[in-house]
């Protein structure tokens, strides 16, 4: 179901969680519509908030595929990994550490 | 005493008596029993008529799928009045335009939606209460009407017993808004004898048991949605919601630690499910149901559903909101007929009629007429739009619904949907009017005109797509106009592809060709 990625697989580290959060943020802020980018918590529900929705997640994965070099499985599809900026960053670290 | 006339909020207070301490509704960890639900839908029912709710006032819930959201809708009911769901997913702009359309007289929604409910009251002063569940910082938001809090509305009401039951089952029961080919929503008014009627004929068909545990996860708002709560009420089911199929892992999950019997989907979802890998790792043995609807399943992921679901029946249906349904294939008949939508469901009656209104024969195109009493009461106050819909039938008096879809019949009375006779895009199983993206997009400074048609997709069935002509010297980007959109419209309507045109092909009329555009 992924959409492939570009193919890059980076192999350095990809900074810390913040770094990585601020990404994550500025890729949503900039493909998705969010009436307040400011007021976005960084633990926010992006379902609940609306910001996402079925398809906008294969965005995200892809997204995270190619600028991460992460691969992520059809069982890691969870809130607890996508759910928020904070538990992407922390997925995303933990991914590629 | 047994009511005479049954109304629709009586299937769950006579669930209620019959099995109390059976959790009717479950979402993330939380566990409603039907003795709650009946308890909890009378308390916020008297709320809204202490408020000032009377019999016949809409009112508005404007949530997810959730416990309060499945209340609410039992409550509006018990209060005598008129319950519209709305998608979670609409903007303020919108959200007030179809309380302004109904004349809402209240709105039930949660905190977490207050970026558009808050923008919406402001621009709509008839709300006699807003009711808000969840967490909610009323501070940050000043000038809103009466507000209380869900449990403020429910403190110190009355749990045993409804307000004094004033409707009979010719009144309207729910408006649903649903998406026509002017790009202004309409409110298909649905009685509570046309609701109990779809319930009843769709519950035998599926043969619905109390054993039933069904997936909630499409949204309230669509009526294939919500009748999933109103089964669920009808034969004493357990109802397990989910937001949405965002988190495929998380439902799967959810399918198998619940036990879940019914499976009800549209075609993205079995999409996504069909390419999910590793799926054997579930064991979904005791789904025995899966139902499709909102768009035709293609044969190969009818394939694929019988590989991961292999002790399940698959249902093919096809219906509108003006009716709810209209057939169903009956599953023994999937593998000789795989893509037919059925034969009429349960107390129906189904044919087709050329342009000049004869009835036409097996093999030949028509357009599908409803006759039954599953039909809407008509569009809330669309007259005109109503007298197209819905015409004079057999009987003096009596009205049947043109579908406006054309479809083929076989020898055998089986149904084939061919196409549909407006240019209504079906994206995600939801509908999309070119009029209302087009809209958006053309009250953007510097485009001249724009276009907008629905494209194949593999995922969504059809993904919207927007040709734009911009006004001489204005530079736009493709992502500056889907931006736009999101502001303003659902997700599913904004357009996943936009191209840039120096003109678009007319007729000579000057009219677009749209299927010149692809």
Same mark, same amino acid.
């Given at each position: 179901m992924r959409v492939p990625n570009g193919? %890059?697989?980076?192999?350095?580290?990809?900074?810390?969680?913040?770094?990585? $959060? !601020?990404?994550? %943020?500025?890729?949503?802020?900039?493909?998705?519509?969010?009436?307040?980018? $400011? !007021?976005?918590?960084?633990?926010?529900?992006?379902?609940?908030?609306?910001i996402v929705d079925s398809t906008g997640i294969l965005e995200v994965v892809a997204f995270l595929e190619s600028e991460f070099g992460v691969t992520v499985a059809d069982e890691e599809m969870l809130p607890s990994n996508l759910d928020s900026i904070d538990n992407i960053a922390a997925y995303v670290r933990r991914k590629s550490s | 005493m047994r009511n005479a006339v049954p109304l629709l909020q009586d299937y769950l207070r006579d669930t209620a008596?019959?099995?109390?301490?059976?959790?009717?509704?479950?979402?993330?960890?939380?566990?409603?029993?039907?003795?709650?639900?009946?308890?909890?839908?009378?308390?916020?029912?008297?709320?809204?008529?202490?408020?000032?709710?009377?019999?016949?006032?809409?009112?508005?819930?404007?949530?997810?799928?959730?416990?309060?959201?499945?209340?609410?809708?039992?409550?509006?009911?018990?209060?005598?009045?008129?319950?519209?769901m709305v998608n979670p997913l609409t903007k303020g702009e919108k959200l007030a335009v179809l309380l302004r359309d109904c004349r809402a007289r209240a709105l039930v929604t949660q905190g977490d939606l207050a970026a558009a409910f808050s923008l919406a009251v402001r621009d709509y002063p008839g709300l006699a209460t807003l009711i808000v569940a969840g967490d909610f910082d009323v501070s940050r938001h000043p000038g809103l009407p009466p507000l209380q809090t869900w449990q403020s509305a429910l403190?110190?009401?009355?749990?045993?017993?409804?307000?004094?039951?004033?409707?009979?089952?010719?009144?309207?029961?729910?408006?649903?808004?649903?998406?026509?080919?002017?790009?202004?929503?309409?409110?298909?008014?649905?009685?509570?004898?046309?609701?109990?009627?779809?319930?009843?004929?769709?519950?035998?068909?599926?043969?619905?048991?109390?054993d039933d545990v069904i997936l909630g996860l499409l949204p309230f708002a669509f009526t294939y949605g919500i009748y999933q709560l109103i089964t669920a009420c009808l034969v004493g089911a357990r109802l397990v919601l989910e937001r949405s199929f965002s988190y495929p892992a998380q439902v799967l999950g959810t399918v198998v630690a619940e036990g879940i019997t019914g499976f009800p989907g549209v075609p993205t979802i079995f999409a996504i499910?069909?390419?999910?890998?590793?799926?054997?790792?579930?064991?979904?043995?005791?789904?025995?149901?899966?139902?499709?609807?909102?768009?035709?399943?293609?044969?190969?992921?009818?394939?694929?559903?019988?590989?991961?679901?292999?002790?399940?029946?698959?249902?093919?249906?096809?219906?509108?909101?003006?009716?709810?349904?209209?057939?169903?294939?009956?599953?023994?008949d999937v593998e000789r007929k795989p893509s037919s939508i059925g034969i009429a469901i349960p107390n129906t009656e189904l044919w087709l009629v050329d342009e000049h209104d004869r009835k036409v024969g097996p093999g030949e195109v028509g357009q599908l007429i409803v006759r039954g009493a599953t039909l809407m009461r008509g569009y809330w106050e669309k007259p005109e739009?109503?007298?197209?819909?819905?015409?004079?039938?057999?009987?003096?008096?009596?009205?049947?619904?043109?579908?406006?879809?054309?479809?083929?019949?076989?020898?055998?009375?089986?149904?084939?949907?061919?196409?549909?006779?407006?240019?209504?895009?079906?994206?995600?199983?939801?509908?999309?009017?070119?009029?209302?993206?087009?809209?958006?997009?053309v009250n953007l400074p510097g485009v001249k005109e724009a276009a907008v048609v629905g494209v194949p997709?593999?995922?969504?069935?059809?993904?919207?797509?927007?040709?734009?002509v911009l006004e001489e010297g204005i530079s736009m980007t493709e992502r500056q106009v889907v931006h736009e959109c999101q502001k303003k419209l659902e997700n599913f309507m904004v357009p996943k592809f936009v191209e840039f045109k120096t003109e678009l092909p007319k007729t000579m009329t000057g009219k677009i060709k749209k299927t010149e555009l692809a």
């Open positions: 193919g %890059r697989r980076l192999t350095k580290d990809h900074g810390n969680e913040m770094e990585i $959060a !601020e990404k994550v %943020r500025s890729f949503l802020t900039s493909n998705f519509y969010i009436a307040d980018p $400011a !007021e976005l918590a960084s633990d926010a529900s992006l379902l609940g908030r609306g | 008596s019959r099995i109390p301490e059976k959790v009717a509704l479950v979402h993330q960890n939380r566990r409603l029993t039907y003795r709650q639900f009946e308890q909890d839908s009378n308390a916020l029912a008297h709320a809204l008529v202490r408020a000032g709710v009377s019999r016949g006032d809409r009112v508005v819930v404007f949530a997810d799928n959730s416990l309060e959201s499945a209340i609410a809708f039992m409550a509006v009911l018990k209060a005598n009045a008129v319950v519209s403190a110190g009401q009355p749990t045993d017993h409804a307000p004094p039951r004033k409707n009979i089952d010719i009144d309207l029961a729910s408006i649903i808004y649903t998406s026509g080919t002017t790009g202004d929503p309409k409110g298909v008014m649905l009685t509570h004898r046309g609701m109990m009627t779809v319930a009843t004929s769709v519950a035998a068909y599926l043969e619905n048991v109390e499910l069909s390419s999910i890998k590793n799926l054997d790792q579930y064991d979904f043995s005791t789904v025995r149901y899966v139902t499709n609807a909102a768009a035709a399943l293609s044969t190969k992921h009818i394939e694929a559903l019988k590989q991961i679901f292999p002790r399940a029946q698959i249902f093919s249906m096809y219906g509108q909101t003006e009716c709810a349904r209209a057939t169903y294939l009956p599953p023994q739009e109503t007298a197209k819909k819905l015409r004079p039938g057999p009987l003096p008096g009596e009205v049947v619904l043109y579908t406006g879809d054309c479809c083929r019949m076989d020898e055998e009375g089986y149904f084939y949907f061919v196409s549909r006779m407006d240019d209504i895009i079906k994206s995600a199983g939801e509908k999309v009017a070119p009029k209302e993206v087009e809209h958006v997009i997709d593999a995922i969504l069935g059809q993904a919207v797509k927007a040709f734009v």
